[in-house]
C-alpha cells in the first residue's frame, strides 16, 4: 500500500478517536507524501470482455499506458462479458489493496454494493467507456468515455441529410438495428439515438434485434431477419463487428450492401472506425457511414490519476471528442442540437 494511503488511513482513525478535529485535503495529503522514487502505482483493470476490435484496441491501449517504465503496475482481469465476474474482480482488487480500480463495465446497473466496498477500502474507482448507473455517484471519482447517444443522433442525421441529397424519401426507409448487448450504454444510446430519430424523421424501423457487438452474432441475426423481411433497406450495425457479420450475410443471400435505396441492396451504418476492413468498407462504399467511438483511452486515464495523485478534482464526467466516415461526398457536415460536425470522407486516393 502506498505511503499515502496509509497516511489517509491514519488521518481516519484519528478523526474516529476525536483526535483531530482538522479535515485534510488530499492535496495536503499528497504533498507531503509523495510516493518514493521506484514505487510503482498499482492499477486494477477489470474490461468487461474481448468482444470486439474496439475492445482490443482499449485493452491495448491501457496496457502499453500503464507499464513499469511508466511508473505503473497494472492487474488486468477479463470479465468475459460477465458482470459477476467483474465484481470478483474488483473485490480482489480491493483484497490486493491497488492504489486506484478502473472498471470498464459490461451493463450500467448493479454496481453499488461492490463500488461501496471499494469507496470504503479507499481505493479510488475510475469508470471508463459505459458508464455505471448507481444510486450514488461519490461510489466513483469519474468517468471518461463517449457520447454514445450522441453518436447515434449524428448517424441519423447523416442519413436524413443524406436521403434529401439523393433524393430519397424517408418514409421508403425499411430499418433493421442489430444493437450491442443490451444494457449497456453504448447500446441504451444508439438504440435510442435512432428511435428518437425515426420518429423524428418519420422512418420505419422493422426490428431492434440484439447482436452483442460480435461479428458472429452480426452476421447470424441479420441472416434471419433477411429470411424474415425481404424489404429490407438499412441496417444500422451498433458496432463495426455487427457490420463484417451482417455483409457477410448480405452478401450470402445473393444482395449487394451499398449506398442505394433500391431492391437488392442494403445501406450499412456502423460505428467505432478502429477495425481496418471496416474502414476499407468505407472505402470501397460496402460501408455508407460510420460515426467513430474512439478506444484509445490509457493516457486519458493516466491523465486523470495525475490530477489525483496531485490532489486535484478530475472533471466528474469527460466525453472525448469524435469524427464520422463517410465515402460519399453530398453531405459535407451535419448539425446535431445547433453544433456543426464535419464528415471526414474515406475514399482512394
Ligand atoms: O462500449 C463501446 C462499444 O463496445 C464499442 O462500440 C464496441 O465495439 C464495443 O464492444
Not at 482513525?13 to 479535515?23: E, Q, R
Not at 452476421?219 to 463495426?240: G, Q, S, W
Request: hydrophobic share 35%; net charge negative; charged share 30%.
Amino acid at each position: 500500500m502506498k505511503i499515502y494511503k496509509l497516511f489517509i488511513s491514519l488521518i481516519m482513525v484519528l478523526s474516529l478517536c476525536g483526535c483531530t478535529s482538522k479535515s485534510v485535503t488530499t492535496q495536503e495529503m499528497t504533498q507531503s507524501d509523495s510516493p518514493e522514487k521506484g514505487d510503482l502505482t498499482v492499477i486494477g483493470f477489470s474490461q468487461l470482455g474481448a468482444e470486439s476490435d474496439w475492445r482490443s484496441s482499449n485493452t491495448q491501449s491501457m496496457k502499453t499506458t500503464f507499464t513499469e517504465e511508466n511508473g505503473y503496475r497494472l492487474i488486468f482481469e477479463d470479465g468475459q462479458q460477465k458482470q459477476a465476474n467483474q465484481i470478483m474482480a474488483i473485490r480482489k482488487f480491493i483484497q490486493q489493496e491497488v492504489d486506484y480500480i478502473v472498471l470498464a463495465p459490461v451493463t450500467e446497473t448493479g454496481w453499488d454494493t461492490v463500488l461501496r466496498e471499494a469507496k470504503d477500502a479507499n481505493i479510488p474507482v475510475i469508470i471508463v467507456d459505459r458508464m455505471v448507473d448507481v444510486k450514488d455517484d461519490s461510489l466513483y471519482e469519474c468517468w471518461i468515455g463517449s457520447d454514445f447517444k450522441l453518436e447515434g443522433m449524428k448517424m441519423c442525421q447523416w442519413l436524413n441529410d443524406y436521403c434529401k441529397k439523393k433524393g430519397i424519401r424517408g418514409s421508403d426507409l425499411r430499418i433493421v438495428d442489430l444493437q450491442g448487448n443490451i444494457g449497456a450504454t453504448a447500446q441504451i444510446g444508439r438504440t435510442r439515438g435512432l428511435s428518437e430519430s425515426a420518429r423524428k424523421f418519420g422512418w420505419k424501423v422493422l426490428e431492434y434485434v440484439p447482436a452483442d457487438f460480435t461479428q458472429t452474432k452480426g452476421r447470424e441475426v441479420m441472416k434471419t431477419l433477411l429470411r424474415k423481411y425481404d424489404d429490407i433497406n438499412v441496417v444500422y450495425c451498433e458496432n463495426d463487428n455487427e457490420a463484417l457479420g451482417a455483409i457477410e450475410a448480405i452478401e450470402e443471400a445473393g444482395k449487394v450492401a451499398g449506398p442505394n435505396i433500391r431492391a437488392g441492396e442494403i445501406m450499412v451504418l456502423s460505428f467505432d472506425g478502429i477495425n481496418e476492413d471496416a474502414r476499407q468498407y468505407v472505402i470501397d462504399n460496402k460501408i455508407s457511414c460510420i460515426a467513430e467511438c474512439n478506444p484509445l483511452h490509457g493516457p486519458r486515464v493516466k491523465g486523470i490519476i495525475e490530477k489525483l495523485e496531485k490532489g486535484q478534482e478530475p472533471p466528474k464526467l469527460s466525453y472525448v471528442g469524435e469524427d464520422i466516415y463517410a465515402h460519399d461526398k453530398a453531405v459535407e457536415s451535419i448539425r446535431v442540437d445547433s453544433i456543426e460536425y464535419p464528415i471526414t470522407v474515406l475514399q482512394t486516393k
